[in-house]
């Protein structure tokens, strides 16, 4: 992937530019990449709310369920995606940073075996995911991102990080918590900064092996929990031995795990799968 004349090259993304921005970033900026899913259906839907002029939003870039980008700013332009926003000292992250909007329904309501977004549409159980988003303390269901989606976001971020010196990696929900709930849960924010931010001095091959992707149950019983701690309560029945479940995220000792539900499981208890 390329940015030429801080674009995307055009065999790496459509453009479809807006004129929805508030000028050209200052000096050193943006060093800020929010992640954002569109709580829309698709692309065509989120590139047709941000060129409507009576719509006072717009992003970067849209990645569709394809993992396909569409660039509606350029990256030295500041767009209007974070809204009301602060991390650390900073007000209004738009000025900022660079916004990236994943297509996805966000939240929706179980009925059955029938998933619903708020927008009408229905997800089957394999699109969906239980999970606690980290502002909350109950459990709710939330759309996947797809692995081309997640594959182009990681591309992407690593793109924008050759060009602009990016010191942070942030969702929607951290600079507006409690107003935003995007990109939730189900997107994998921690395995993004750690293999983007946290190691990018270090050589490419341990950045890549940095949380493990798989393990299983070792002991009788397993509490899964909401959050990584036995302060946490646990979200379902307890893992059985010889469970597989897929490591999402690492923190303080646990692991966040996407097994029939996602939650965090202590890590003395996981006996990793080494990839051969
Ligand atoms: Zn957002």
């Known amino acids: 992937m390329k940015i030429s004349g801080h674009k995307l090259t055009?065999?790496?993304?459509?453009?479809?530019?807006?004129?929805?921005?508030?000028?050209?970033?200052?000096?050193?900026?943006?060093?800020?990449?929010?992640?954002?899913?569109?709580a829309g259906s698709s692309a065509m839907s989120?590139?047709?709310?941000?060129?409507?002029?009576?719509?006072?939003?717009?992003?970067?870039v849209i990645i569709d369920t394809d993992g396909k980008l569409t660039q509606m700013v350029p990256f030295?332009?500041?767009?209007?995606?974070?809204?009301?926003?602060?991390?650390?000292?900073?007000?209004?992250?738009?000025?900022?940073?660079?916004?990236?909007?994943?297509?996805?329904?966000?939240?929706?309501?179980?009925?059955?075996d029938i998933f619903r977004s708020w927008f009408g549409?229905?997800?089957r159980m394999e699109d969906a995911l239980e999970a606690v988003h980290h502002n909350e303390s109950e459990p709710s269901w939330w759309h996947?991102?797809?692995e081309e989606q997640i594959s182009a976001v990681f591309e992407l971020c690593k793109t924008i990080m050759g060009t602009y010196q990016i010191r942070y990696i942030l969702g929607h929900d951290e600079i507006s918590p409690g107003r935003k709930s995007d990109p939730?849960?189900?997107?994998?924010?921690?395995?993004?900064?750690?293999?983007?931010l946290h190691n990018n001095r270090k050589d490419e091959v341990e950045t890549e092996s940095k949380i493990p992707e798989k393990g299983f149950v070792n002991t009788k019983?397993?509490?899964i929990r909401s959050g990584p701690g036995v302060n946490h309560n646990p979200i379902a029945e307890p893992l059985s031995r010889n469970t597989e479940l897929t490591i999402l995220d690492e923190k303080e000792g646990w692991y966040q795990a996407d097994v029939t539900v996602t939650g965090w499981v202590s890590k003395k208890y996981i006996k990793l799968i080494k990839d051969s």
Do not use: C
């Open 76 to 112: 030295h332009k500041i767009a209007w995606h974070a809204g009301k926003s602060s991390w650390l000292d900073r007000k209004g992250l738009n000025q900022y940073s660079i916004g990236i909007e994943i297509v996805n329904a966000g939240r929706l309501e179980k009925s059955g």
């Open 46 to 60: 989120a590139i047709n709310t941000f060129k409507d002029p009576s719509v006072k939003a717009s992003a970067h």
């Open 121 to 123: 549409k229905t997800y």
């Open 184 to 196: 939730g849960p189900a997107f994998p924010m921690e395995k993004l900064r750690e293999r983007l």
């Open 144 to 146: 996947r991102y797809t």
């Open 10 to 38: 055009p065999d790496f993304a459509e453009i479809s530019e807006v004129n929805k921005t508030s000028g050209d970033f200052k000096r050193n900026l943006p060093d800020t990449i929010v992640i954002h899913y569109t």
């Open 221 to 223: 019983g397993l509490n």
